[in-house]
């Protein structure tokens, strides 16, 4: 019986030639990510082990993200207490203030995931380096310990679902409009235990940023992890990013789907998801009047250049509406300099959006633009679940960098093509 | 292993564990204080009622979201015994397990049984057994691999045991 990517992949790494849906392994990591929420409780579980110290120092990555600059002063102890760690153990790819940036987006960028890795993370985005075709996934904080001292996880062989994209997106049409499409089709938990595997003519067209955001929002229909097949666009970027050598696996031709979607690109128009599940979405047209207070654009779905251009793209010689608290954050150290030298700063500053130094901070509801009571925000995150970034009675919507762009000068959430007149 | 019995709390479809614990507490990692805000985004009074022992039912999809292991930790500090659900979010699954919180999946169990009442599960058997209304039901087993990490308190135990 034929293997989908991801069941090569973790047959690979598991030193078996083939593995089926259904079986468990344990499979050898080549990363193992946590962040500053999830590796104080992942540390605490690893004073508990027999075996003393980390598999390999080079192999585990450490991104304080969360609430950093620390808000407050428990979560400078948490940081603190994964500082210590890190220097303790002599973690290489140990990223603090000045160097850090949102892990998703840092990662790719520092070389670290490459193609044919298998890597887990506590934090459930980690499904985003499957753009790179590569099998991530999210984990609690135990997993996370049990792998910085073992170098190992156990997986259960995921299914999987086939999405075949085809065509060329509109303008405005972006990763986070086929995502939401996507989820808006299966549901927040239609690819439950599952992989999401991506293939088409149709993925020629779309940028690695765009792949990263269709990958990282995998978790919101459930899925264990999405990946892409690895081709020349995503070979370029492996070899602009990394010094490590990586490997392709292929889907069989006879690869066991259980369910197979053929999506066109060239029909989605952009796409909103309302309160409070990313599935409830609805086409750009049909969201009716929504008034916002605040636009978020920025975090580990859409906080890349890609993102920044098109936000700024939208904004540049426009005015954000009066009252509208529109916040940009700039993933990494990297995006945020790149975006200064191309102009994009300034662009966002003049418009009346405040820019942010690299922070996972609104999107979880940490801190840098919590929502009061009533509060509506169009947002370019993940997640729009109750009380997510803020008051258990604020509402998210979730759409691309374009649509909050465009919301953010209208005052409500709006096609982009109805501020730039088009 | 032992049994759970206790009062039923119940919940729908998709509960978050963004609901279970709200971020603007994960600045800890101490499960006594997460534990006093379990729920607290969907429930805010069930901090208050929840007595040791007791057993949250569900529908599809519990624990989806983040990876946040605070939410199955914060769950069991707060005295609950067993979470019962049509379906869990993979994470909260692996999680729970992890941590040695009991988690039974039975989508009939997960309709029928209602806030309040009184619900024994037998772990060995994974039989439920709703004693307000006297009907059974059988709860899925788990694999014997995930059957040996619980039995052993978790991840961290069974792997110092290997």
Redesign the interface.
């Given at each position: 019986m034929g293997m989908t990517m991801t069941q090569k992949i973790l047959a690979a790494h598991a030193g078996l030639e083939s593995v089926q849906a259904g079986q468990?392994i344990e499979a050898d990591l080549d990363l193992v990510l946590g962040n500053d929420?999830?590796s104080?409780?992942a540390i605490?579980?690893m004073e508990?082990?027999?075996?003393k110290g980390v598999f390999d120092k080079e192999k585990i990555a450490l991104v304080l993200d969360?609430?950093v600059p620390n808000?407050?002063i428990?979560?400078a102890q948490?940081c603190k207490c994964v500082r210590e760690f890190a220097c303790k153990h002599e973690i290489t790819n140990y990223f603090d203030v000045g160097e850090m940036g949102i892990e998703h987006a840092l990662l790719p960028e520092q070389g670290l995931t490459v193609a044919g890795d298998v890597i887990i993370?506590?934090?459930?985005h980690?499904c985003t380096y499957g753009a790179l075709g590569a099998f991530s996934t999210?984990?609690?904080?135990?997993?996370m310990?049990?792998g910085m001292?073992?170098g190992k996880a156990?997986f259960k062989v995921p299914s999987a679902i086939r999405f075949i994209l085809t065509g060329k997106p509109a303008q405005w049409v972006s990763g986070k409009d086929i995502i939401l499409h996507i989820i808006g089709m299966i549901g927040?938990?239609g690819a439950?235990?599952q992989s999401m595997e991506f293939t088409g003519d149709g993925i020629r067209c779309l940028s690695m940023d765009d792949r990263f955001t269709i990958a990282n929002m995998a978790?919101e229909g459930?899925g264990?992890n999405g990946i892409f097949p690895v081709d020349a666009v995503c070979e370029a970027y492996l070899k602009e990013h990394s010094m490590r050598s990586y490997q392709i696996y292929e889907a069989d031709d006879d690869a066991v789907y259980e369910q197979e979607y053929t999506i066109d690109l060239s029909a989605l128009k952009p796409t909103v998801a309302f309160p409070h599940?990313p599935e409830n979405t609805k086409l750009i047209d049909e969201v009716g009047d929504i008034a916002i207070d605040q636009a978020v654009i920025g975090s580990c779905t859409n906080g890349r250049l890609d993102d920044l251009r098109i936000a700024a793209e939208v904004l540049k010689g426009k005015k954000v509406a009066k009252g509208v608290r529109t916040i940009i954050i700039p993933a990494t150290q990297k995006i945020y300099l790149d975006a200064m030298e191309e102009g994009l700063l300034k662009v966002f500053i003049e418009a009346g959006a405040i820019v942010s130094t690299p922070t996972c901070g609104p999107c979880?509801?940490?801190y840098m633009g919590i929502l009061a009571e009533k509060e509506r925000c169009i947002s370019t995150t993940n997640?729009n679940?109750?009380?997510?970034m803020g008051h258990?009675d604020s509402e998210i919507y979730l759409a691309s960098p374009a649509v909050a762009a465009a919301s953010a000068i209208a005052g409500r959430i709006v096609s982009p093509d109805e501020v730039m007149g088009s | 292993m032992k049994a759970a019995c206790g009062t039923v709390f119940k919940y729908g479809d998709?509960v978050?564990t963004?609901?279970i614990i709200?971020?603007?507490y994960?600045?800890?990692?101490d499960p006594k204080e997460l534990a006093l805000h379990c729920m607290e985004?969907?429930d805010r009074e069930f901090v208050e009622k929840v007595k040791a022992g007791d057993i949250i039912v569900a529908t599809?999809?519990f624990g989806?979201?983040?990876?946040?292991?605070?939410a199955?930790?914060a769950i069991k500090a707060a005295g609950v015994s067993c979470v019962i659900a049509e379906?869990f979010?993979?994470?909260f699954y692996?999680?729970a397990i992890?941590?040695g919180l009991p988690i039974v999946e039975c989508a009939q169990a997960a309709k029928e049984i209602v806030a309040g009442d009184e619900v024994e599960v037998d772990f060995d058997t994974g039989v439920i057994t709703d004693k307000t209304k006297g009907t059974q039901y059988q709860g899925q087993a788990f694999?014997e691999?995930m059957q040996k990490i619980i039995d052993c308190g978790?991840?961290?135990?069974y792997?110092?045991q290997k």
């Open positions: 468990l929420i999830t104080p409780v605490h579980e508990k082990m027999k075996t969360h609430f808000k407050d428990k979560s948490h993370g506590a934090d459930s980690t999210g984990v609690g904080s135990t997993d310990a049990a001292a073992t156990w927040v938990d439950l235990y978790i459930g264990k599940l979880l509801g940490g997640r679940f109750v009380g997510r258990v | 998709n978050d963004d609901v709200p971020a603007r994960l600045n800890s990692s985004d969907i599809k999809n989806c979201g983040s990876s946040r292991e605070h199955p930790i379906t979010a993979r994470i692996r999680n992890n941590i694999p691999f978790g991840l961290i135990p792997i110092n």
